[in-house]
Protein backbone atom coordinates (compact mmCIF):
# COMPACT_ATOMS: atom_id res chain seq x y z
CA UNK A 1 0.00 0.00 0.00
CA UNK A 2 1.32 3.63 -1.15
CA UNK A 3 -1.67 5.73 0.08
CA UNK A 4 0.73 8.53 1.80
CA UNK A 5 -2.66 9.86 2.64
CA UNK A 6 -4.30 7.29 4.45
CA UNK A 7 -0.85 6.15 6.10
CA UNK A 8 -0.48 9.82 7.45
CA UNK A 9 -3.84 9.89 9.68
CA UNK A 10 -2.18 8.23 12.77
CA UNK A 11 0.04 11.37 13.19
CA UNK A 12 -0.80 14.40 14.61
CA UNK A 13 -0.90 17.91 12.49
CA UNK A 14 2.66 19.19 13.71
CA UNK A 15 4.32 16.61 11.90
CA UNK A 16 2.62 16.52 8.54
CA UNK A 17 4.77 18.35 6.74
CA UNK A 18 8.15 16.25 7.96
CA UNK A 19 6.18 13.09 6.54
CA UNK A 20 5.11 14.69 3.00
CA UNK A 21 8.34 16.01 2.78
CA UNK A 22 10.10 12.41 3.54
CA UNK A 23 7.05 10.62 1.31
CA UNK A 24 8.50 13.64 -1.55
CA UNK A 25 11.82 13.06 -1.42
CA UNK A 26 11.65 9.12 -1.00
CA UNK A 27 9.50 9.00 -3.85
CA UNK A 28 12.03 10.93 -5.99
CA UNK A 29 14.27 7.76 -4.49
CA UNK A 30 12.12 5.33 -5.37
CA UNK A 31 9.23 6.19 -7.63
CA UNK A 32 7.61 2.67 -6.65
CA UNK A 33 8.93 2.48 -2.70
CA UNK A 34 5.78 1.14 -0.44
CA UNK A 35 4.65 2.65 2.59
CA UNK A 36 3.44 -0.46 5.51
CA UNK A 37 3.04 2.23 8.27
CA UNK A 38 3.12 5.64 9.57
CA UNK A 39 2.99 6.68 13.25
CA UNK A 40 4.17 8.02 16.75
CA UNK A 41 5.75 5.70 18.63
CA UNK A 42 7.56 6.62 22.07
CA UNK A 43 7.39 10.20 21.19
CA UNK A 44 8.69 10.08 17.98
CA UNK A 45 7.81 9.53 14.19
CA UNK A 46 8.10 6.10 12.84
CA UNK A 47 7.98 5.75 9.09
CA UNK A 48 8.08 1.98 7.85
CA UNK A 49 8.33 1.04 3.99
CA UNK A 50 9.07 -1.96 2.04
CA UNK A 51 13.06 -1.62 1.93
CA UNK A 52 13.20 -0.51 -1.77
CA UNK A 53 14.40 2.87 -0.74
CA UNK A 54 18.05 1.85 -0.33
CA UNK A 55 20.79 4.05 2.02
CA UNK A 56 20.08 6.86 0.92
CA UNK A 57 16.09 6.66 1.65
CA UNK A 58 16.79 5.20 5.31
CA UNK A 59 18.72 8.56 5.95
CA UNK A 60 16.57 10.76 5.16
CA UNK A 61 14.03 9.35 7.25
CA UNK A 62 16.31 8.75 10.10
CA UNK A 63 16.31 12.80 9.30
CA UNK A 64 12.83 12.94 9.74
CA UNK A 65 12.74 11.32 12.45
CA UNK A 66 15.60 13.67 14.23
CA UNK A 67 13.44 16.74 13.30
CA UNK A 68 10.42 15.41 14.67
CA UNK A 69 11.85 14.60 17.78
CA UNK A 70 12.25 18.76 18.07
CA UNK A 71 8.87 19.58 16.82
CA UNK A 72 5.58 19.59 18.69
CA UNK A 73 3.52 17.19 16.77
CA UNK A 74 0.62 19.17 17.55
CA UNK A 75 1.47 22.49 16.56
CA UNK A 76 4.68 22.11 14.66
CA UNK A 77 6.39 24.41 16.98
CA UNK A 78 9.99 24.08 17.12
CA UNK A 79 10.52 26.06 20.20
CA UNK A 80 10.43 24.73 23.76
CA UNK A 81 9.85 21.13 22.44
CA UNK A 82 9.90 18.08 25.11
CA UNK A 83 8.91 14.76 25.23
CA UNK A 84 6.66 14.10 28.38
CA UNK A 85 3.93 12.20 29.50
CA UNK A 86 3.73 9.37 31.81
CA UNK A 87 2.08 6.52 29.99
CA UNK A 88 2.00 7.84 26.36
CA UNK A 89 4.71 9.98 25.52
CA UNK A 90 4.41 12.82 23.46
CA UNK A 91 6.33 15.11 22.16
CA UNK A 92 4.72 18.92 22.87
CA UNK A 93 5.84 22.47 22.42
CA UNK A 94 5.64 23.93 26.28
CA UNK A 95 2.29 25.75 25.04
CA UNK A 96 0.56 22.33 23.86
CA UNK A 97 1.74 20.81 26.60
CA UNK A 98 0.52 23.25 28.90
CA UNK A 99 -2.96 22.33 27.09
CA UNK A 100 -2.85 18.38 27.75
Not at 23 to 44: M, N, S, T
Not at 48 to 74: H, M, N, P, Q
Not at 82 to 96: D, N, R
Request: aromatic share 10%.
Amino acid sequence: MNDFENMYKSIQEGWLPIARKLHHELLKIAPDYKIFQIKEKFGGLRYYTDGSIGEEGERLIAEAERECSKTCEFCGSTDEVATAGPSWIKTLCKVCHSKR
